[in-house]
């Protein structure tokens, strides 16, 4: 079998996945496909450098100035793993020559391709974010043609020219659906790969509102937190204008992924990195209403979506976010009220009154049992002090 071509696999699936377009997935890519990608990686320079543009004008949506790209090892294990998951879902791989042990071995690769070092410098991160930020827009277009004497389905494939032709006399019909991510990527095959693979893009699964995306673990993302760019980046996406419930939709998320922190051990470091976060981003719902004729007002947003009437409809972690900063006043007070708050009057008021709405809308017993969880964790005990004067005789 003639040796693939790492050029060919940049623009026929990478370049794309970037840039949107057709991806072209065939047979599944070994172990040693991938190490004579890496071997020829510095010779395909056209294929290249068309992917790290394509990679910095996605970047410069999110960035004033985007880092030097250049694709590499990581990135093409990253896309390798995303190709032969895309692979697994293609109709060819359930034909009889792909056996139950070739498709073991291909799961077994992809996992392995998915599971490169986590991202914590800035570059790495805008990176694997700028390759996978397409990943929840991937689509697969179905087609069914039928005709008087029978009918054929196309998966993701373009149906024969033969089969339209004498379209009256055969009474060809053909209808097309599109199957999503959720039929491509979160299913039971797929998931645990994919969860893998984004776990290495901890941008992405911030970046998106997905409802399907796989959980996230904030301690692979507080690296994230650490970048005022990139962070702001993340609470302008979060925050993004609509109805109550969509506005609320990707902070409820984060503060669910904050719970299941909760339930670990977390560094107080990055317990803390992430607390201040959700503030933050309560901050900003009250700084949107500080246009508000009547300051004194109740907020609309906290009275849709806190109604009493919707406490068994509440997206997770909804309640823990708006609960916060009214726990983090007994808890950490510093942590409650970001500085400058109280030097704007506006903003001041309408914080009071989001806070008054919240101890209304969640009860008490519900704050003071986040109080309890938040000060296990804030306030773990340091290890005793030692007297290296006395320990020195």
């Not at 390798?80 to 359930?94: K, T």
């Not at 972690?317 to 500085?339: E, H, I, Q, R, Y």
């Not at 400058?340 to 806070?355: E, T």
């Amino acid at each position: 079998m003639a040796r693939r071509s790492v050029a060919e696999f940049l623009e026929s699936f990478v370049l794309p996945l970037v840039a949107g377009g057709e991806l072209k997935v065939s047979r599944p890519i070994s172990v040693t496909d991938l190490q004579h990608f890496e071997e020829d990686l510095p010779h395909a320079s056209q294929q290249l450098v068309a992917v790290d543009e394509a990679r910095t004008q996605v970047l410069a949506e999110l960035v004033v100035r985007p880092p030097s790209l250049v694709l590499d090892a990581d990135e093409l294990h990253l896309a390798a793993a995303l190709y032969n998951i895309l692979f697994m879902i293609h109709p060819d791989s359930e034909g009889p020559l792909i056996t139950g042990s070739a498709r073991i071995r291909v799961t077994s690769t992809a996992r392995h391709m998915a599971a490169q070092p986590l991202s914590r410098t800035r570059r790495r991160i805008l990176a694997r974010h700028a390759l996978l930020h397409n990943l929840f827009e991937l689509t697969r277009i179905d087609t069914k043609v039928s005709w008087w004497t029978g009918s054929a389905r196309f998966l993701g494939q373009k149906p024969p020219a033969r089969l339209g032709r004498w379209r009256t006399v055969r009474r060809v019909r053909q209808e097309t659906s599109t199957a999503s991510y959720e039929d491509l990527l979160a299913s039971e095959l797929a998931t645990p790969i994919t969860s893998t693979l984004l776990r290495r893009s901890p941008l992405t699964l911030l970046l998106t509102s997905h409802a399907n995306a796989p959980v996230l673990h904030w301690e692979d993302a507080t690296c994230v937190l650490a970048d005022p760019e990139l962070t702001r980046a993340v609470a302008y996406e979060a925050l993004r204008p609509g109805d109550p419930d969509r506005q609320v939709t990707g902070p409820a998320r984060y503060a669910a992924a904050f719970e299941q922190m909760l339930e670990r051990t977390p560094k107080v470091s990055e317990l803390r990195t992430v607390v201040a976060f959700l503030v933050h981003l309560n901050v900003l719902l009250a700084l949107a209403e500080t246009r508000m004729r009547d300051l004194s007002a109740r907020s609309p947003l906290i009275t849709t979506v806190l109604a009493p009437e919707r406490a068994g409809q509440r997206a997770r972690g909804l309640t823990t976010f708006f609960a916060l900063p009214n726990a983090l006043s007994k808890a950490d007070p510093l942590l409650a009220v970001p500085p400058g708050l109280i030097d704007d009057s506006r903003l001041a008021k309408r914080w009071q009154i989001h806070r008054e709405q919240v101890a209304d809308g969640v009860g008490e017993a519900v704050i003071t049992a986040l109080v309890d969880r938040l000060s296990r964790h804030l306030h773990a005990e340091l290890p005793p002090a030692v007297d290296i004067s006395r320990s020195a005789h």
